[in-house]
């Protein structure tokens, strides 16, 4: 009785402080967003539209350039950059315009290369960050390096970085000069959600990136502790109309896939020609409807391998589907992302999705997401077995709500939901964040779920919740983060990726950063030592686990820094407590322009919990990175991972992990890419090989072949795997195009 009280007690306190959030508001303590007056820029008004190559001979750059002064926010704040970057801001009836000139004294040593899209982060480049509706909830990030190559994502208030899985239809240029590049840019307005009017203020951020100087700036200014969407100048542009989107979006996926069934037989061929089709309409400037059918063949790269044996956790793998990561920003809800509840809303658990249909958009500071699928996984034909459920569909439902206070303050609220058959779940929450004197910041969600089994248990109640707290204080020298977790022992979230459940959990961690005087050494940006402690209570067994770490982190120049971390910690498993300690070295240097090598290694020790009962071996992980750009047409990078244990002289696992992508890009339409991957433990090969063009995003041709490879050997009539000699055991060919209509 007594721990059930702790239980509710524990999340009424973080429901409490989520009523203070939603009640409670005083702007008067709150930072506010940076005030205008020299942070208000005028866009020019231009009828002719300017040509996106690079150049900027058109007339509408020949106006003033805005010349700010960029502030470093990484490896070190507050430094002036020390090359010039101008700025023009401009736009027409359609579009936003955006231009670059970067001065560089010795241009020869620009890092950039011909790449895919969202490919070029370890280049120079620039960036601009438009908060198109104003609200503070979500900016749309677009990145172009010095050959034109784009990248693009979307900042979210909740979290401090950006979701780059998104991509946006935009045009760019750029040109290399004799004293360093140009960029262009222009942004349809029917790619991006805005209120319309005849004068219309959006926030907007500029960013550049010095490779070689390890050194990225800002303007204006990226506040400490603060987010991009908490930074933002704001820009006037004069007459903007109401763009409606109307998109088409249809797709045909070819696939051929073979199975082999005998040393001298394969099965036979499972081809499947299917037909899905996306519909956008946009009901407002700033509010969108999707529908799509059969959206689920979209990433044309298998998951890269990972280290599967003795994993105490699930394995995470991120959304790659194009239907899903669009917009999903608007579905983030905020829960400790290095917690056991990472994200809520992760969409592949809709395994198989036949449908899916989407409601975005924005009202003022109010911005909200519905989010339906069908999927029919579950439903599938067993191996093995009749499945009793055969041909029936899981429903997906999600519910997302958000109101900005001002800054990046603001309350929200979340549904989720999951039934199939006689099953279901609901899931509701809130968070939310507020901002206290600038320096600090506190975030704060509760969950609660109530579902019913396969086999009809009900669980609802005070164990069916989930609760976080995190004070966050960050200065120039000094940050230090709080963290309070509650996962009720019957907490089901269909929706999430979620670790584990009936724990309360602590987490203190800080650091202190010791800026280096460039003058005296040169190559050392700055060296910040780091400590975390961890507690977590177990609400099964009553045990408890601990973990105190340490780090010395160096941040240097050319891309370069070394981690140095002790660890000692305790874990419970199976009614036994392991002290185990970890010793680890991270590092990584950009040793030319065409070199990247990165590197870690740990000793540790670790419970090996296969066995029972379980006890403790000791390990090493290795892992190497290669990344080669011998031309600018040609990229190789290649990882190799090590895992080992062993206990008493025995080794119990050891595992090789190889990685080879092989990249040619043509233009920056046009690739052929071949993936090589081994898993020395599972005995297995796996290949990739594409051919891809990408016009622009949904205007695509895919073509692609891929084999998986066995150690296999055929005795009394069946396989038994691990043994004889490698084969290739599945092969499959798929091509796709699609072709996005815009009107």
């Not at 209120?195 to 203020?201: A, P, T």
Request: with cysteine.
């Amino acid at each position: 009785m007594m721990r059930e009280h702790f239980n509710l007690g524990f999340t009424v306190i973080i429901g409490v402080v989520i009523v203070m959030l939603t009640g409670l508001w005083s702007p008067g303590i709150w930072a506010q967003s940076t005030a205008e007056g020299d942070n208000l820029i005028q866009a020019v008004k231009t009828k002719v539209k300017p040509k996106i190559d690079g150049v900027l001979d058109d007339p509408v750059w020949q106006s003033p350039a805005l010349k700010k002064t960029f502030i470093s926010y990484e490896p070190r704040y507050g430094d002036e950059l020390s090359m010039e970057t101008q700025v023009w801001v401009a736009n027409d009836s359609k579009n936003l315009y955006f231009a670059f000139q970067c001065s560089d004294p010795e241009p020869d040593k620009i890092k950039t290369s011909l790449t895919k899209r969202d490919n070029m982060f370890g280049d120079d480049w620039v960036s601009v960050s438009i908060d198109a509706a104003g609200a503070g909830q979500t900016a749309y990030t677009l990145y172009v390096n010095p050959n034109g190559i784009q990248g693009d994502g979307l900042a979210s208030g909740i979290s401090m970085s950006e979701d780059m899985s998104p991509d946006f239809v935009w045009d760019s240029a750029a040109k290399m000069t004799g004293n360093g590049y140009r960029v262009e840019i222009s942004l349809p307005l029917k790619s991006i959600s805005f209120k319309s009017g005849k004068e219309v203020k959006m926030g907007i951020l500029f960013r550049r990136k010095i490779n070689r100087l390890s050194c990225i700036g800002a303007w204006p200014d990226i506040k400490l502790n603060r987010a991009i969407l908490d930074s933002q100048a704001k820009v006037v542009f004069l007459d903007l109309k109401e763009q409606r989107k109307i998109e088409v979006l249809p797709s045909l996926t070819y696939t051929n896939n073979h199975d082999r069934v005998t040393p001298d037989t394969w099965a036979k061929t499972y081809d499947k020609l299917q037909f899905g089709i996306g519909l956008k309409y946009g009901i407002t400037s700033s509010i969108t409807a999707d529908l799509t059918y059969n959206p689920d063949f979209s990433q044309v790269e298998s998951d890269a391998f990972q280290v599967e044996v003795n994993q105490r956790y699930p394995l995470f793998y991120s959304e790659k589907r194009p239907f899903f990561m669009e917009g999903m920003d608007i579905f983030n809800f905020w829960t400790y992302i290095y917690g056991y509840l990472p994200t809520p809303v992760h969409t592949r658990q809709i395994v198989d999705p036949t449908w899916g249909a989407k409601l975005t958009g924005s009202i003022g500071n109010f911005s909200f997401g519905l989010l339906s699928a069908g999927d029919e996984f579950p439903g599938q034909k067993w191996d093995v077995g009749v499945n009793p459920n055969q041909d029936k569909q899981a429903f997906f439902g999600v519910a997302r709500g958000k109101y900005s206070l001002g800054s990046d303050n603001y309350v929200g609220f979340l549904y989720s939901g999951r039934g199939f058959a006689d099953e279901y779940n609901h899931v509701v929450g809130a968070d939310g964040a507020i901002r206290v004197a600038n320096k600090h910041r506190i975030r704060a969600s509760l969950i609660h779920s109530a579902s019913r089994d396969s086999e009809g248990k009900v669980t609802n109640g005070p164990d069916t919740n989930y609760g976080t707290f995190v004070y966050t204080y960050g200065s120039k020298v000094f940050q230090w983060v709080g963290v309070l977790e509650h996962f009720g022992r019957d907490l089901r979230v269909d929706s999430a990726f979620l670790q584990r459940t009936g724990i309360n959990m602590g987490r203190m961690w800080s650091t202190v950063n010791f800026y280096i005087d460039e003058k005296k050494i040169s190559w050392l940006k700055r060296i910040s030592p780091e400590i975390q402690a961890d507690y977590i209570h177990d609400l099964y067994t009553h045990m408890d686990d601990s973990l105190v770490s340490t780090s010395l982190n160096f941040q240097l120049i050319k891309e370069a820094y070394l981690i140095l971390t002790y660890q000692f910690s305790k874990e419970s498993w199976l009614g036994q407590t392991f002290d185990l300690n970890l010793f680890r070295v991270t590092g990584q240097v950009r040793l030319t322009n065409w070199l990247r090598v990165a590197a870690a290694a740990y000793r540790h020790e670790s419970i090996y919990y296969y066995a029972v009962p379980a006890f403790k071996g000791k390990g090493n992980i290795y892992k190497v990175i290669l990344d080669l750009q011998p031309s600018k047409n040609l990229n190789q990078y290649f990882s190799y991972t090590h895992n080992d244990l062993s206990s008493s002289g025995n080794k119990l696992y050891n595992v090789n992990l190889y990685y080879s992508k092989t990249t040619y890009q043509f233009n920056k339409y046009f690739y052929l890419r071949a993936v090589l991957q081994y898993d020395s433990y599972r005995e297995r090969v796996l290949t990739d090989f594409l051919a891809s063009f990408t016009l622009i995003p949904g205007t695509v041709l895919h073509v692609g072949y891929g084999g998986l490879y066995e150690n296999r050997d055929w005795v009394n009539n069946r396989w038994v795997i691990g043994e004889g000699d490698l084969i290739n055991i599945k092969r499959s060919f798929f091509a796709k195009v699609s072709y996005l209509w815009r009107f």
